[in-house]
């Protein structure tokens, strides 16, 4: 455990891998997350993709505050589902296996924690919960979640007044942006649904009895520079970082 201080909040956002045929092997992230986290007042701590477990466990006890970002899908077998041929996934086990390991220490450890679209899965996942595979093949929906441009207001998210989630963004009624093709399906049993789009899917999640414990399935990053919530959200996992100790 680190020592308390006044340094500033220490958040911990993992790297995604990519690989193409014009270019090496890389490991990146939206500048977007930097940017909101840091304008928020955290030094961010990008963790790579390392398959070694005590050298994730390096990274993470150097954090007060975790992000998990949006990015891949997660593998089905990882919520006990076979994947599907028609749900064109995009599947990157590596970063399943440390995303899932960062969040199941977070979960015990009380650190506080912000799931950003397939974050919001991650926590689900980690705490047992399953995911549609694609909500348009499945019939989920009707109208399409993946929507640009990236900062589009697409539908309506209704929050919980007397969640965390409510608590923090100072709203139960908000409009989101919304780039993804899956969602939660079974809600995992220790996790509460505190915000559902206009169509009926859980869209905000918290694990009650957590200090701060939060996961979203639009993406807040690219809004925080025009939305008031957006700001506060990653301003309160920021602040609930820098009182960890006390």
């Known amino acids: ?21 014009d270019f090496p092997p890389k490991l990146a992230l939206n500048r977007a997350y930097f940017e909101a986290l840091e304008n928020a007042g955290a030094t961010v701590v990008p963790i790579p993709i390392v398959r070694d477990v005590e ?24 919520y006990g589902a076979v994947a599907r041929d028609d749900c064109n996934l995009s599947l990157m086990p590596e ?37 549609w595979q694609d909500l348009h093949t499945e019939g989920v929906v009707t109208e399409s979640h993946d929507r640009d441009p990236r900062d589009l207001l ?28 899956q969602a939660i399906r079974d809600l995992a049993p220790s996790l509460r649904a505190s915000g559902c789009s206009s169509d009926g899917l859980v869209e905000g999640i918290e694990l009650p009895g957590h200090r701060f414990l939060l996961g979203i399935q639009c993406h807040p990053e690219e809004l ?23």
């Open 1 to 21: 455990m680190r020592p308390v201080s006044n340094a500033r909040s220490v958040v911990g956002v993992p790297l995604r891998p990519f690989a193409g045929a």
């Open 224 to 246: 925080a520079p025009s939305e008031d919530w957006a700001r506060r959200l990653f301003s309160a996992l920021v602040e609930a970082g820098s009182n960890r100790g006390l």
């Open 95 to 131: 970063l399943d296996e440390v995303e899932l390991k960062l969040a199941q220490w977070a979960i015990a450890d009380g650190l506080p924690t912000l799931g950003i679209c397939r974050g919001i899965q991650v926590l689900n996942v980690a705490c047992g919960g399953t995911l």
């Open 154 to 181: 697409v539908h309506g998210l209704e929050i919980e007044p007397d969640s965390l989630l409510a608590r923090t963004i100072g709203e139960t009624h908000i409009r989101v942006n919304s780039l993804h093709h």
């Open 55 to 78: 050298q994730l466990r390096f990274y993470y006890e150097l954090l007060d505050a975790l992000l998990l970002p949006g990015g891949a899908d997660l593998e089905p077998r990882r």
